[in-house]
């Protein structure tokens, strides 16, 4: 195998081979490692090399532009590495790359999204717990963390907004023990606790 054809790509800051008609990046210290130049002869082991290297170069390169548009979990940065056919071994390698550079952090994520959602919204903590399960993320990264936050007043205070703001038109429709039916359901569906709906439906 010969190296065809050798590029340096001044914005990435890697250089392209090409070999066997198929194209491989490498960075400044792999390039100057293997002395690298075009028409070099390439055996399997340093193919092998070469190839793997380019596979962790493109895959991170995917994972750093995929987490530059927002804040993502670890386990989305899997997911979107799984859905264009990295292995398992290179993924791996990202993401402890990435992790190193505090690139991506899990606990820093639910931080984020956990007061993001306390103070800009009506999530019922159940409702973040949920949001946070389907990014891959466990409970035990996050669960101090929101229970130190998300006490019971707090969901109390959050359930008693979203019913202001729908009591006027459901007292339209139902009253007595059917408004309370309303009520309860509603605000268990957000997530909310049977208690505190419970709770709240007797104030009406």
Do not use: P
């Not at 991170?60 to 071994?89: D, G, M, P, Q, W």
């Amino acid at each position: 195998m010969v190296i065809t054809d050798l590029d340096y790509n001044d914005r990435k800051g890697k250089f392209i081979l090409k070999i066997n008609g198929e194209k491989y990046i490498l960075d400044y210290n792999n390039f100057e490692k293997f002395n690298i130049s075009k028409g070099m002869e390439v055996d399997q082991e340093l193919f092998d090399k070469i190839k793997n290297i380019s596979n962790f170069e493109t895959a991170f390169e995917t994972a750093l532009n995929f987490i530059s548009y927002k804040l993502r979990s670890s386990y989305e940065v899997r997911n979107k590495l799984l859905s264009k056919k990295f292995n398992h071994e290179t993924i791996d390698k990202v993401l402890e790359k990435l992790e190193d550079l505090k690139l991506i952090d899990d606990y820093s994520y639910c931080k984020i999204f956990i007061n993001e959602k306390i103070n800009s919204s009506d999530y019922s903590k159940r409702r973040i717990e949920n949001y946070l399960f389907k990014k891959g993320i466990s409970k035990d990264i996050y669960k101090d963390y929101l229970e130190n936050l998300y006490n019971y007043d707090l969901e109390y205070e959050k359930a008693s907004s979203i019913v202001d703001k729908k009591i006027r038109s459901w007292s339209k429709k139902y009253s007595g023990y059917q408004l309370k039916n309303k009520i309860i359901t509603f605000l268990m569906q957000k997530g909310f606790s049977y208690d505190i709906s419970k709770e709240i439906a007797g104030n009406y």
